[in-house]
């Protein structure tokens, strides 16, 4: 009987180690809402212009 509690035990302790740092995890973020943006997306588009080459 021993060996079935120490494997729940085992299932317990690995549980929380991982549910712990999860969770705070989405604690952080939950209440930093994103106010603080990394950085803006830009890059530049190349256009077509009339003498591309494609242009009939």
């Known amino acids: 009987m021993k060996g079935r509690a120490g494997k729940r035990k ?8 991982v549910a712990v740092p999860v969770l705070a995890l989405l604690g952080y973020a939950w209440t930093d809402g994103g106010r603080q ?6 890059e530049p588009v190349p256009v077509p212009g ?5 242009a009939k």
């Not at 085992?10 to 180690?17: D, G, S």
């Open 10 to 17: 085992v299932k317990r302790v690995v549980f929380l180690v």
């Open 37 to 42: 943006p990394l950085r803006d997306i830009v």
């Open 50 to 54: 009339p003498h591309s080459g494609n």
